[in-house]
């Protein structure tokens, strides 16, 4: 029985149904894939400016960064601005002497700024990204006994949407030393 059943399947699949099924793909015209156009590649000037602002709204320190940027680019791009700062972290002698030899140690810390910029791409007549930033100075000293550096850090990620060729502010805090504060403005400028 079960030999009868293979046969029938096999008789059923070289006759006209299976020839017909192969002449209806070869006959059914085939169909160009539609492809939608890539968006067109844009490239932007970026302008990071960041502000020490005291107490009083006066911008004390102020210093820029740049890059360009494309709507196409689905990598990061990167800002790396800074100074390693040295800190003090122990002593050693070699005797107990007046003449005796002291040795420093270190640590080094980096300060400065980092921008890092992905998924750059045009939302009406803005641009819009994902920026990562961190910035850290030197504090100044509010205790005039203390002889170690203050380290003030600012750390943000944000999704942000900015006009074209305006400045716009883009982060700002408050400092916890002091009644200051810090901001960055950003301003895309289209490259043509």
């Known amino acids: 029985m079960q030999k009868s059943t293979f046969i029938c399947l096999l008789l059923l699949a070289t006759t ?22 890539a968006p067109a590649e844009h490239f932007y000037h970026l302008a990071f400016v960041a502000e020490d602002v005291n107490a009083e709204g006066k ?14 680019e689905h990598g990061t ?13 122990g002593t050693t002698s070699n005797g107990k002497e007046l003449s005796a ?15 890092d910029i992905r998924d750059v791409h045009e939302v009406s007549s803005q641009l819009a990204f994902d920026l990562t930033a961190a910035l850290s100075s030197v504090a100044e000293a509010t205790d005039p006994n203390l ?8 750390k943000w990620q ?10 716009t502010v883009v982060f700002s805090s ?5 009644k200051g504060s810090t901001r960055v403005l950003v301003t895309a400028t289209a490259i043509q």
């Open 16 to 37: 006209g149904l299976g020839h017909k099924t192969l002449a209806q793909d070869q006959a059914a015209p085939s169909q160009p894939m539609a492809h939608e156009a």
């Open 147 to 154: 002889h170690e550096p203050v380290i003030r850090q600012n």
């Open 59 to 72: 911008v004390m320190n102020s210093r820029g960064f740049s890059t360009t940027v494309s709507t196409n």
């Open 77 to 89: 791009m990167s800002i790396r601005s800074g100074s390693k700062v040295p800190i003090a972290t």
């Open 101 to 115: 030899l002291v040795n420093t140690q270190f640590q080094y810390i980096d300060v400065g700024a980092d921008f």
């Open 158 to 167: 944000a999704e942000v949407l900015i006009p074209i060729g305006k400045q």
């Open 174 to 178: 408050d400092s916890v030393d002091s």
